[in-house]
Nanobody, 115 residues
């Protein structure tokens, strides 16, 4: 089993920054990627950013140049640095971990961008 715990969400004003963290514990051997999705009520969950164990990153077009994903392999932790936040970034952000072809999910952390 894998457990994921997110932290770092909150309420910020447009243009401000936040950093999300996701700590993975349990059986983490065989992990191929970690990352973040987000979801707004009534919409499908969408990929925000992902990073493979080899360090390859992938971003949604809407966050390129503003968000940055990184990880600490030793700690099984992944981070999402979010800069120049916009109201449309408001969502619940979910950490995921892909292991042996299966995605594990965290409980989600709310990010609200509002003036």
């Amino acid at each position: 089993q894998v457990q994921l715990v997110e932290s770092g969400g909150g309420l910020v004003q447009p243009g401000e920054s936040l950093r999300l963290s996701c700590d993975a514990s349990g059986t983490t051997s065989g992990v191929t990627a970690m990352g973040w999705h987000r979801q707004v009520p009534g919409n499908q969950r969408e990929l925000v950013a992902a990073i493979t164990v080899g360090g390859h990153t992938n971003y949604a077009d809407s966050v390129k140049g503003r968000f940055s994903i990184s990880r600490e392999l030793r700690k099984n932790t992944v981070y999402l640095q979010m800069n120049t936040l916009k109201p449309e970034d408001t969502a619940v952000y979910y950490c995921f971990l892909r292991r042996l072809g299966y995605n594990y999910w965290g409980q989600g952390t709310q990010v609200t961008v509002s003036s």
